[in-house]
T-cell receptor, first 113, second 115 residues
Framework: DTGVSQDPRHKITKRGQNVTFRCDPI?????LYWYRQTLGQGPEFLTY????????KSRLLSDRFSAERPKGSFSTLEIQRTEQGDSAMYLC???????????FGPGTRLTVT | DQQVKQNSPSLSVQEGRISILNCDYT??????FLWYKKYPAEGPTFLISISSIKDKNEDGRFTVFLNKSAKHLSLHIVPSQPGDSAVYFCAASPWGYTNAGKSTFGDGTTLTVKP
C-alpha cells in the first residue's frame, strides 16, 4: 500500500463552478477524514466517515459542501458554487477506528479565481 | 476561540542542539495529544503522541512532555538535524474511540535546523 492518495493535486476554478476531489485511503483503514487548511493555519476538521457512514460534519461544512464514501473505500468531496473563500488545501486522512494517529494524503490545493 | 495554540510561528536552531517546540491548549476535554511533521508539498506525518495519563513519552530523538495542570505540552528534539527542518503541528483530541482522530490542530511552528 502506498499510503493515502488524493486527486487532483491542484485545481484552479472560476468562482461559481463546482469541483470534486477524490481521496483513496489506506485500504485497511475504516475511518476517513477531510480537513481544510489555509495559509499559515493548521488543518481544520470538516467531516469524517466510518466505513460508508458519515458520522460527523463540522459547522465549517456549509450546504455547498458534500462528502460521500459510497462503498466504504474512496471518498469524494464536492464543493458547489465555489467562492474565493474556498481557496485552501483540502487534506484527506485515514486511520483505524480506535487509533488517534492519522495518515494524511498530500492534499488538493484549490484556487478559486 | 483557538483551542490549540502554538505561539511561536518559527524556530531556528543549530545542528546538534536541542529544539523545543511548545503548545498550549484550553479545552479541558482534550486527553490525547499528537505531534505531526509536515514537509512542503506533503501531508502531515504523525511523529509522536501522549495520553493524559502520562507526562512524558520518548521515541528516539523525540520526547513529548505534558503538563496537564498548565495545559501545556512541548516537543523536544535532541540532537536536531537539518532533516528535521519542517512545520510541526500540535494536535489534541478528546478521549474515546468516537473522538479518536477528530483532532484540533495548532497553526504550526516552522523549525529550521542550520548545519
Amino acid at each position: 500500500d502506498t499510503g493515502v492518495s488524493q486527486d487532483p493535486r491542484h485545481k484552479i476554478t472560476k468562482r461559481g463552478q463546482n469541483v470534486t476531489f477524490r481521496c483513496d485511503p489506506i485500504s485497511e483503514h475504516n475511518r476517513l477524514y477531510w480537513y481544510r487548511q489555509t495559509l499559515g493555519q493548521g488543518p481544520e476538521f470538516l467531516t469524517y466517515f466510518q466505513n460508508e457512514a458519515q458520522l460527523e460534519k463540522s459547522r465549517l461544512l456549509s450546504d455547498r459542501f458534500s462528502a460521500e464514501r459510497p462503498k466504504g473505500s474512496f471518498s469524494t468531496l464536492e464543493i458547489q458554487r465555489t467562492e474565493q473563500g474556498d481557496s485552501a488545501m483540502y487534506l484527506c486522512a485515514s486511520s483505524f477506528p480506535t487509533s488517534y494517529e492519522q495518515y494524511f494524503g498530500p492534499g488538493t490545493r484549490l484556487t478559486v479565481t | 476561540d483557538q483551542q490549540v495554540k502554538q505561539n511561536s510561528p518559527s524556530l531556528s536552531v543549530q545542528e546538534g542542539r536541542i529544539s523545543i517546540l511548545n503548545c498550549d491548549y484550553t479545552n479541558s476535554m482534550f486527553d490525547y495529544f499528537l505531534w505531526y511533521k509536515k514537509y512542503p508539498a506533503e501531508g502531515p506525518t504523525f511523529l509522536i503522541s501522549i495520553s493524559s495519563i502520562k507526562d512524558k513519552n520518548e521515541d528516539g530523538r523525540f520526547t513529548v512532555f505534558l503538563n496537564k495542570s498548565a495545559k501545556h505540552l512541548s516537543l523536544h528534539i535532541v540532537p536536531s538535524q537539518p532533516g528535521d527542518s519542517a512545520v510541526y503541528f500540535c494536535a489534541a483530541s478528546p478521549w474515546g474511540y468516537t473522538n479518536a482522530g477528530k483532532s484540533t490542530f495548532g497553526d504550526g511552528t516552522t523549525l529550521t535546523v542550520k548545519p
